[in-house]
Nanobody, 126 residues
Framework: QLQLVESGGGLVQPGGSLRLSCAAS????????IGWFRQAPGKEREGVSC????????NSADSVKGRFTISRDNAKKAVYLQMNSLKPEDSAVYYC???????????????????WGKGTLVTVSS
């Protein structure tokens, strides 16, 4: 059974850092592109960062470029989101999601991801 489990969320002050983890089980992670998404109260779910299968090319939303870094460790079956210089507007529930692809695209459409975790809450506040 394919499963994604996020961890690492919490309360952090503005300017601080968090590292989110997405643990995968039940499938070969190397065959899937993985995306991080977030949803704040009253807002639509949006894409944050995406990493392609295998070679690991990446893409991030303009709002997080230079602050967030997505990476993957296929051997550990995990994908990470390093978040630095956090801002209050980064507060949201963060989800990881997977989609099996043949190519090496780093574009993860929110409506096209096949498998989702249950999310981890990030709160940026002083």
């Amino acid at each position: 059974q394919l499963q994604l489990v996020e961890s690492g969320g919490g309360l952090v002050q503005p300017g601080g850092s968090l590292r989110l983890s997405c643990a995968a089980s039940g499938f070969t992670l190397d065959d899937y592109q993985i995306g991080w998404f977030r949803q704040a109260p009253g807002k639509e779910r949006e894409g944050v960062s995406c990493i392609s299968r295998s070679v690991g090319s990446t893409n991030s939303a303009d709002s997080v470029k230079g602050r967030f870094t997505i990476s993957r460790d296929n051997a550990k079956k995990a994908v990470y989101l390093q978040m630095n210089s956090l801002k209050p507007e980064d507060s949201a529930v963060y989800y990881c999601a997977a989609r099996r692809t043949m190519g090496y695209s780093s574009y993860c459409p929110v409506g096209g991801m096949a498998y989702w975790g249950k999310g981890t809450l990030v709160t940026v506040s002083s």
